[in-house]
C-alpha cells in the first residue's frame, strides 16, 4: 500500500520531531560536564522550545528514574519527561539524560 505524505505534511512531522528532541540533546549537553539547577535547566527547555514553531510547551520536568520523582538537581542519568503541542498536537517524549 502506497501512502501518499505532502510537503506540509512532512514539514509538520519534522517541527514535531525538532521540538521534542532539541530540548533532549540541550539538556543532555547541559549535564554532561555537571549537574546543573533542575528548575534553571526547565526554564531554558521552556524558552528554547517556545522558539520552535507553532510549539507551546505543556510540561517539562526531571525525575529520578527509580523512584520517578522530581528532582532538584539535574545529571547524567536523570530522566526527562515532557509535552509539546504543536498547533492542537500534543507530543509527549522522555529521555535519559
Same mark, same amino acid.
Given at each position: 500500500? &502506497? ?5 506540509s505534511?512532512?514539514?509538520? %512531522? $519534522?517541527? #514535531?520531531?525538532? $521540538? ?5 540533546q %540541550?539538556? /543532555? ?14 526554564? #531554558? *527547555? %521552556? $524558552?528554547?522550545?517556545?522558539?520552535? !514553531?507553532?510549539?507551546?510547551? @505543556?510540561?517539562?520536568?526531571?525525575? @529520578? !528514574?527509580?523512584?520517578? *520523582?522530581?528532582? /532538584? ?5 536523570? /530522566?526527562?519527561?515532557? $509535552? ?5 498536537? %500534543?507530543?509527549? @517524549?522522555?529521555?535519559a &539524560?
Amino acid at each position: 500500500m &502506497l501512502t501518499v505524505v505532502t510537503i506540509s505534511a512532512m514539514q509538520r %512531522r $519534522a517541527r #514535531q520531531w525538532q $521540538a521534542r528532541r532539541i530540548p533532549v540533546q %540541550r539538556a /543532555r549537553a547541559a549535564v554532561a560536564s555537571a549537574p546543573r539547577p533542575a528548575a534553571k535547566l526547565k526554564q #531554558q *527547555l %521552556r $524558552a528554547l522550545t517556545a522558539t520552535q !514553531p507553532q510549539a507551546r510547551p @505543556d510540561y517539562i520536568e526531571f525525575f @529520578d !528514574p527509580q523512584t520517578l *520523582l522530581p528532582v /532538584r538537581q539535574a545529571r547524567q542519568g536523570t /530522566r526527562l519527561a515532557l $509535552a509539546v503541542f504543536i498547533g492542537q498536537t %500534543r507530543l509527549i @517524549d522522555n529521555a535519559a &539524560l
